[in-house]
Every structure is written in structure tokens, then in C-alpha cells.
């Protein structure tokens, strides 16, 4: 079973430009999340989406938005990019079906972002 | 907003050292999970807590869920290099929203 699946796995931009990653979830799996990493911190949440519908969202600015498509396949975009939006982007999928059992999040590799 | 705290934020051990690693949440929760992430690489699910008091073991790795379903702790037995990276707990709420501690990241010495 194939696991989540980023591209690119390593990008530089310039300041003020867009980017858009891809994530491709573990089949079956209908939860896509994303998350911001910085070197030596902790796991921001961006958004959650479920079915092709945002379910959650975390406390990021407007530039970074995101979409998930019908065969559960997602992609973020961050615009008008700033040198402190440099950090590795982590997509997870789950079935997360039941909010009360829990799921287990399974993590891709994460696209490097590098904005200069 | 509901929080996770996660502490120590660094922890070095000298090989065959102990290690715990603690994770307190600001409200009850349905279930707590903890993930490793290896230096250059990405969170892997280690296990999964649901029953209030619970606890799991999986080797030198013991996982405890609290009686108040509000904290829980990782403690390793004897560490050894392998276990070198960041260890996070996730809390869920039942809302779909999963909440991750800021991660605590062991240093083992050879």
C-alpha cells in the first residue's frame, strides 16, 4: 500500500511569489491535513479537509489557502510568499471517519520550501 | 483555544539513561497518540491511547494515558542511540481536530 505522497519534495522561491504543493493521501484515505514546520519546532496545523470540504483550520494568514479534490487528493498554495514561510510543509491523511476513536495520521515526507 | 503542552522541550541523556517525556492538555480528551520523528524525517505514528489510565508498552517504551484523560506520558527504559529524535503527543478532542504538543527532542550520547 502506497503511503502519502508530496511534490516537490524541495523548492526555492522568491519573496513574493506563490507556491502549490501536492499530496496524494493513502488510498482510501478521505482526511487530508497540512502542517508547517520550522527548523527545531513543533507541528503548526494549517487545515484539515474531509470529503473536498475544509473541516478545520488553523491560525495562519490568508496567503495560505488550500482544496482538496474528489479522489481525495489535495493541494495547498501560499501567495505573495515571505522569507519566514522557509520551512518543510507536512501532509498527513487519515480515514478519520469517527473523531472519538481516533485515526492514526500517517505523514508524508514533506516538501522543503526555501523562500529567498 | 485548546492547547497542548508538551514538556521537556530538549532532553540529553547519556546512553542507558531513562527518558520521559510529558504531555498535559487544557481540556479532557478522547484519545491521545504519539508519533517519532527522526532527525531529517517525518512523524511516524507510535501508538495510540483511548481508555482513561491506560497504559501500553512496546519494548523499552512505555506509554501512560491519565485517569483524567487530560495528560500522558513516554518513558523509555534505557535509551539507546536509536531512539535519537523529537517525540510528539497528538490530543483529540472528538472534533476531528488533532492537536500536537510542540514535541520534545532527546539527544542520546554514545
Known amino acids: 500500500k502506497a503511503g502519502v505522497t508530496q511534490t516537490p519534495r524541495y523548492l526555492i522561491k522568491t519573496r513574493g511569489q506563490q507556491v502549490t504543493l501536492s499530496c496524494s493521501p493513502i488510498s482510501g484515505h478521505r482526511s487530508v491535513s497540512w502542517y508547517q514546520q520550522t527548523p527545531g519546532q513543533g507541528l503548526q496545523f494549517l487545515f484539515e479537509y474531509f470529503s473536498e470540504t475544509q473541516r478545520n483550520k488553523g491560525n495562519f494568514p490568508g496567503r495560505f489557502s488550500g482544496r482538496q479534490f474528489s479522489n481525495s487528493r489535495s493541494e495547498m498554495n501560499v501567495s505573495t510568499l515571505e522569507l519566514g514561510d522557509s520551512a518543510l510543509y507536512l501532509c498527513a491523511s487519515s480515514s478519520h471517519t469517527d473523531g472519538l476513536s481516533g485515526n492514526t495520521i500517517y505523514f508524508g515526507e514533506g516538501s522543503w520550501l526555501t523562500v529567498v | 483555544g485548546q492547547q497542548v503542552m508538551q514538556i521537556p522541550q530538549y532532553q540529553h541523556v547519556q546512553e542507558g539513561e531513562d527518558f520521559t517525556t510529558y504531555c498535559n492538555s487544557s481540556?479532557?480528551?478522547?484519545?491521545i497518540q504519539w508519533y517519532k520523528q527522526r532527525p531529517g524525517g517525518h512523524p511516524v505514528f507510535l501508538i495510540q491511547?483511548?481508555?482513561?489510565?491506560e497504559v501500553k508498552k512496546q519494548k523499552r517504551l512505555t506509554f501512560q494515558f491519565g485517569e483524567a484523560k487530560k495528560n500522558s506520558s513516554l518513558h523509555i527504559t534505557a535509551t539507546q542511540t536509536t531512539d535519537v529524535g523529537t517525540y510528539f503527543c497528538a490530543g483529540n478532542t472528538g472534533g476531528f481536530k488533532t492537536i500536537f504538543g510542540a514535541g520534545t527532542r532527546l539527544f542520546v550520547k554514545a
Open positions: 481540556t479532557t480528551l478522547s484519545n
Open positions: 491511547l483511548v481508555k482513561s489510565g
